[in-house]
């Protein structure tokens, strides 16, 4: 098992050699997860589709909380994709105006906790006012080293790797990079989670099945884990149940396990 331990933690910092209090388990270097269920829940309390996304503000801060008590390092929430603003205006405002009111609400507090804020996605693609919040809350937690809790805001996967092919295109163009020298590493240097780790954890609520352009390079080999559970209704216990899911799992990364070796 421990090396088992350490096979899944060789490709970043270590922290995977981490053990959660409670269970004995490995836990993730990095989770990512997909919020959905937000209008589900609004919807079947007869309410219009804003107030799941207002209540699924409740489930992000009860999951901070639990990751900064489980001593979690990275978290990364996909807040808004590029395929988002197909929504009314009405949504789209709503939801830009909430995400502008988190960050000044809780700016003190994710500084006295130690968090450290990051986003992926193309943030010039956001309304200024939502920059300007996002450039202030990025600046004042630079310092946080507890916990970073990534944002993907205007996030798509494949709009990421055709950036990053675009910015390897240039180089080679401006005779900084020789075509045959443009591998997955070259690539990953150029993608909005450079020098993170891959997530090791993908979590999905409200019970879908598919990925939805979210981080597809970086989740080649994390374990995926999907609850019918709607992010408005998700707490601290679907957390360490996702955990003790994932400690269980035997990853491989396309090898095979110990005892076949
Ligand atoms: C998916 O639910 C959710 C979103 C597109 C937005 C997620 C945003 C939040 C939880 C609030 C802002 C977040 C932060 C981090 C401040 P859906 O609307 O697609 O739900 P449905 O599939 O039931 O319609």
Redesign the pocket.
């Known amino acids: 098992m421990a090396e088992k331990l350490k096979q899944a933690s060789s490709r970043g910092s270590g922290n995977a050699d981490r053990q959660p209090a409670a269970a004995g388990l490995p836990l993730p270097r990095h989770i990512a997860i997909i919020?959905?269920?937000?209008?589900?829940?609004a919807v079947s309390r007869g309410k219009g589709?804003t107030a799941?996304?207002r209540a699924?503000?409740e489930?992000?801060k009860a999951v901070l909380r639990a990751a900064l008590d489980l001593g979690l390092p990275e978290l990364t929430?996909y807040?808004?994709s590029t395929e988002?603003w197909k929504r009314p205006r009405t949504e789209v405002s709503f939801?830009m105006r909430?995400?502008r009111s988190?960050l000044a609400a809780q700016r003190a507090k994710m500084i006295r906790d130690g968090v450290r804020l990051g986003v992926l996605g193309d943030v010039a693609g956001l309304p200024a006012p939502v920059r300007q919040e996002l450039d202030r809350t990025l600046e004042a937690t630079a310092g946080g080293r507890r916990l970073l809790v990534n944002?993907a805001l205007n996030y798509g996967s494949r709009e990421e790797i055709a950036r990053a092919a675009r910015l390897a295109a240039a180089d080679v163009a401006a005779g900084r990079l020789a075509p045959d020298a443009i591998t997955a590493e070259e690539l990953e240097r150029r993608l909005y989670t450079a020098g993170h780790p891959d997530p090791d954890l993908v979590i999905r609520t409200?019970g879908e099945m598919r990925m939805s352009n979210f981080l597809l390079w970086q989740s080649s080999y994390a374990e995926f884990w999907v609850t019918p559970v709607?992010?408005p209704d998700f707490r601290r216990e679907h957390l360490e149940e996702a955990l003790a899911d994932f400690g269980r799992r035997q990853r491989r990364f396309g090898g095979l396990p110990d005892s076949d070796e």
Request: overall charge positive; charged content about 10%; hydrophobic content about 55%.
């Open positions: 919020m959905d269920g937000n209008g589900r829940w589709r799941g996304h699924g503000i489930s992000v929430l807040a808004f988002n939801l909430l995400l988190y944002l409200a709607l992010w």
